[in-house]
């Protein structure tokens, strides 16, 4: 769900859209092992900073891998995502997947092979393709994040 006090705001389907990426969604995107990894966005926001007339966006949500939520020890999903930077004719210039705390070797592995990229040294951040980012954002796993009210147990996400 887009972050709607950020201004000037971009809507991240309209922006993909502009570099011939589709609102529909056909397929999963499936890493070369059969890893299945899923994003949930549950906001996005443009950084007005952005050095010239690029326009960085950041995604937030967060992510499951196989069908498993990637979580810290209290149960809780880990905030992560993707940025990425667009030029003036509106194609992503650099992308990458971010973390808000280090991850952990398996995380860490699984990432890598299905983006084909590197973490960096904290294990917060890895640069990917851009094209590997608009093709990533125009599949069936990049959704939005949704809760449903299970009583006592509190939400849980609705794949």
Known sequence: MPNRDTEPHFDALSLLAGVDATASQPSEAVGSDGTRIVFYERE???DDGAAGEK????????????G?????AQGVP????FGAEFDAAGG???????????VNEAVKDKFEGFFKG?????GMRMEIDPHTFLDFADSASWTAFEC???GDDGPALVP
């Open 92 to 102: 992503p210039s650099s992308a990458w997947v971010w973390f808000c705390r280090p």
């Open 44 to 46: 996005n926001e443009t």
């Open 118 to 122: 590197t973490f960096d040294d904290g």
């Open 68 to 72: 498993f939520m990637i979580q810290n």
């Open 55 to 66: 326009a960085r966006m950041t995604f937030t949500g967060c992510f499951t891998i196989d």
């Open 78 to 81: 880990v905030d992560a995502g």
């Open 148 to 150: 449903e009210d299970e």
